[in-house]
């Protein structure tokens, strides 16, 4: 069975950094495209980056040169570096695993979506 598990949000001030993690079970990341994807109460969900199984990444642009994804093969766990934090980057963020067949990119949408965790709150303030 598989269970993806997010960790590392919290509270922080306009400009500060996070770094979200995503760790896996019951799947291999080196083969398949992971995203972040993040939703505000009454808000869209919004894709925010992704990287495929080569390393190639994409980036929303509201976070491209602040945030940046990685992953850890041997790990099995996907990361979200975060800095130069915004108040509207306040929202509960999610990793997810995309379909084979489908296109690795940031804007994924949900029926491209195989797997997703339950969510870390990031909380930044001014």
């Known amino acids: 069975q598989v269970q993806l598990v997010e960790s590392g949000g919290g509270s922080v001030q306009a400009g500060g950094s996070l770094r979200l993690s995503c760790a896996a079970s019951g799947y291999t990341y080196s083969t398949y495209c992971m995203m972040w994807f993040r939703q505000a109460p009454g808000n869209q969900r919004e894709g925010l980056a992704a990287?495929?199984?080569?390393?190639?990444?994409s980036y929303a642009a509201s976070v491209k040169g602040r945030f940046t994804i990685s992953k850890d093969n041997a790990k099995n766990t996907l990361y979200l570096q975060m800095n130069s934090l915004k108040p509207e980057d306040t929202a509960m963020y999610y990793c997810?695993?995309?379909?084979?067949?489908?296109?690795?990119?940031?804007?994924?949408?949900?029926?491209?979506?195989?797997?997703w965790g339950q969510g870390t709150q990031v909380t930044v303030s001014s």
């Open positions: 997810a695993t995309v379909r084979q067949g489908a296109r690795c990119h940031f804007n994924a949408t949900g029926p491209d979506f195989d797997y």
């Open positions: 990287i495929d199984s080569d390393g190639s990444t």
